[in-house]
């Protein structure tokens, strides 16, 4: 939760809540933990309670930004470093690096910024920026992959989760509440350096195969429900002033070259304002730079000013927000979030009074889109995975929103329906690959196995043929309003489209038997779940088996 003292102070709070004895503990352990979720059961015989802080990363990264922006820092994304300027300094006859060449990289266009000294604080990329100052200069950065997993919030209790540091191999494995979900994780394999990682089925399988040793054997844990995966780089760093260069470091790492190209390396969230302060001091001192002392002790982020815990109490009583949304909009934007409130439409229903959902079980509101793009927001994706979260909670939900994310966004950045479809196109392959979309779907395919008894086949085959009442094959839109129609159910076409386009392996516009068998018999592995297809028809076929049973006592009796 980014509330003032995370948002502001960053600093991980630790504290020992319960450290027992390993001998004789497994009891009261269990005791313990149970209180938060009975399926909350770790094996080990004993267990340390710790207290953690929670933040949004994306929401900090771009405070930090737009704090900076506030006293008078020039900043811009989508922007990209070609290459470093330098000049020889005419009293030493040293090559100095006096600023770089950058990209926009979204119009092309390049340009200088010239500079005093510059800072090389680029993570995973900071090796191919070292390298545009001295080609020859060996790595530091020794990038590792780490996958991570979204899941129902029911598999972790609200305010209390799991961390082993020894799985099966010697990796780290955790699953925590997180934005009322449960985020699990991570897997820790070399790779190399890309702004587009991609998940893979391998590590995902991982993750879920060492969740399931901490819970309930009552709990089955599904592939289906991943409802989101993405691959991050973590920037692990040896430090290049060590005798041992092959060490990683576990802190960061502040180097200057000889031209004074100044690296700030590795790290972490919490440390990131004394990572600051060093790289500015080491800035100063190598640079004979004029500056006071630092100021980031106290210094309040964007919308940490006017936070309090009850802010959300205003928004609810202020603006007619629903309580759920006016938390989210509190522990995001802080006091900012007032603006949010502003720019929300009526809804035009009794409540809430304003605040239109961009996904009905998500918080996210339509005012928040036209907000963002007064904080630089210029893609569709940064809304989907950098101002809101909706692509690292439920990628389908994300992909539901789309349409009306660049609805808006095209209506205030002028955007052509050619801009808006290659907008749609980015987007959708976003999800596909980098958010586990891609994975999520190759659990059903057209070539996905059926595994189903005797007696599951022909239960299908019967909900099937209620549909399928003329023995085609297959059923399309029209067999499903019909039936529909005859239990007093309405659902929109569109809706419904979206429904069977999900089954269609082949999407030839029709669900054919062969397809929901092979639905079904994912479902049954774990391979699928929420399909709305299979409760529609498993919902309709109750509701006509129930209509048809005549009782006893309505029929008036008799043998």
């Known amino acids: 939760m980014q509330d003032r003292r995370v948002m502001e102070e960053k600093r991980l709070k630790i504290t020992v809540a319960d450290l027992r004895p390993l001998e004789g503990t497994h009891d009261r352990q269990k005791e313990t933990l149970s209180q938060a979720n009975e399926s909350l059961l770790p094996t080990s015989p004993g267990f340390l309670q710790i207290h953690l802080g929670q933040h949004n990363d994306a929401r900090m990264n771009l405070a930090i930004a737009l ?54 604080a680029t993570g995973p990329f ?204 509190a522990n995001t934007y802080g006091d900012k979030a007032l603006e949010v409130a502003r720019l929300a439409q009526v809804t035009g229903k009794r409540w809430p009074i304003v605040g239109k959902r961009l996904v009905s079980e998500f918080p996210y509101i339509e005012s928040e889109i036209e907000y963002s793009i007064q904080e630089y927001a210029c893609t569709t994706v940064d809304i989907i995975a950098r101002r809101t979260r909706l692509a690292f909670l439920n990628v389908q939900a994300a992909e539901e929103a789309l349409p009306k994310i660049i609805e808006i966004m095209g209506k205030h950045l002028n955007w052509s329906d050619h801009k808006k479809k290659e907008e749609l196109a980015t987007a959708q392959k976003f999800l596909y690959y980098e958010m586990g979309y891609k994975a999520r779907s190759e659990q059903l395919t057209d070539q996905s196995e059926i595994n189903l008894t005797a007696g599951d086949l022909e239960r299908y085959k019967k909900r099937f043929h209620m549909f399928d009442k003329e023995g085609k094959g297959f059923i399309t839109i029209v067999d499903v309003q019909r039936v529909l129609k005859s239990i007093n159910l309405q659902i929109n076409e569109s809706a419904l489209h979206e429904i069977l386009n999900e089954v269609d392996l082949n999407k030839n516009g029709q669900v054919e038997f062969n397809e929901f068998l092979q639905l079904m018999s994912a479902i049954q592995k774990g391979y699928v779940s929420g399909s709305r297809l299979a409760v529609l028809m498993k919902t309709a076929e109750e509701n006509i088996c129930h209509r048809n049973v005549i009782s006893v006592d309505r029929s008036g009796g008799g043998l």
């Open 126 to 329: 900071t090796d191919s920026v070292r390298k545009m100052d001295e080609q020859t200069v060996p790595n530091i950065c020794q990038p590792s992959a780490g996958v991570h997993i979204v899941m129902p919030g029911y598999y972790s209790p609200d305010n209390m989760g799991l961390l082993d540091p020894e799985t099966s191999d010697g990796r780290v494995i955790f699953f925590l509440p997180w934005q009322k979900m449960t985020i699990a994780g991570t897997t820790d394999t070399p790779t190399d350096v890309t702004p587009n990682p991609i998940p893979t089925e391998e590590d995902i399988n991982f993750i879920l195969t060492e969740v399931r040793n901490y819970l309930s054997c009552d709990v089955e844990v599904r592939r289906g429900d991943v409802l989101a995966a993405w691959s991050g780089i973590r920037p692990l760093v040896t430090d290049p002033s060590s005798k041992n260069t092959q060490s990683i470091s576990r802190n960061h790492v502040v180097h200057v070259s000889d031209s004074g190209l100044v690296t700030i390396a590795g790290g972490k969230w919490t440390t990131y304002r004394s990572m600051a302060q060093d790289t500015i001091d080491a800035a100063i001192k190598s640079h004979n730079l004029q500056a006071g002392s630092c100021k980031t002790t106290g210094l309040f982020l964007q919308g940490g000013e006017g936070w309090s815990p009850t802010l959300y109490i205003r928004l609810v009583q202020d603006y007619g927000l629903e309580c759920e949304v006016a938390q989210h909009l």
């Open 67 to 120: 704090t900076a922006a506030r006293y008078g820092a020039a900043i811009a994304n989508y922007t990209e470093v070609v290459r470093l300027l330098k000049k020889t300094d005419p009293k030493s006859g040293k090559i100095l690096v006096c600023g770089a060449r950058c990209r926009d990289v979204l119009t092309g266009q390049e340009f200088d910024v010239k500079a005093k000294c510059v800072i090389n």
